[in-house]
C-alpha cells in the first residue's frame, strides 16, 4: 500500500462517513446502548415473530430480520418504539447504500405504531 488513490468507490463506506459528520458520539452510544434492551423486549420478540419487513412488506423468517430505525440513530433518531422497524436483510443494505437523505424519505409499508 504505497498511498496510491483508492480506485474502487465503496458507496457504503461513504454513506458511513456523511453519517459521521454530525452524529454526537453520546447520543449514539445510549441510543445503541437503549436499542440493545429493546430487543429483549416482548414487544419486540412479537415483532419479530410476526415475521414482516416493515420496509417492503416481505415475509420473512423471523431470524433474518433486524432492528432498524426509521430516523437513524446518527441523524438523531431514538430508539423508542415508535422509531424502530423490524427489516429484512435486503432492505436493510438498501438503506446503507442511500444518501442520508434518501433514507429519511423511506416510508415503511408497516408502520412502527403498527401493533
Ligand atoms: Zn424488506
Same mark, same amino acid.
Request: positive net charge.
Given at each position: ?51 414482516? #419487513?416493515?420496509? #417492503?412488506?416481505? !415475509? ?27 427489516? #429484512? !436483510?435486503? #432492505? ?14 423511506? !416510508? ?8
Amino acid at each position: 500500500m504505497e498511498g496510491a488513490a483508492p480506485t474502487g468507490y465503496n458507496a457504503v463506506r461513504m454513506t458511513e462517513e456523511w453519517f459521521e459528520l454530525d452524529a454526537d458520539p453520546a447520543h449514539v452510544a445510549r441510543e445503541r446502548e437503549k436499542a440493545r434492551a429493546l430487543r429483549k423486549t416482548a414487544w419486540w420478540q412479537r415483532r419479530v415473530q410476526r415475521g414482516l #419487513c416493515a420496509w #417492503c412488506g416481505r !415475509k420473512v423468517p423471523a431470524r433474518e430480520l433486524t432492528m432498524d430505525h426509521v430516523v437513524p440513530v446518527a441523524r438523531g433518531g431514538r430508539s423508542v418504539k415508535g422509531n424502530v422497524v423490524a427489516s #429484512c !436483510k435486503d #432492505c436493510n443494505t438498501r438503506k446503507k447504500l442511500m444518501t442520508p437523505a434518501d433514507q429519511l424519505m423511506m !416510508k415503511p409499508v408497516h408502520p412502527p405504531s403498527e401493533d
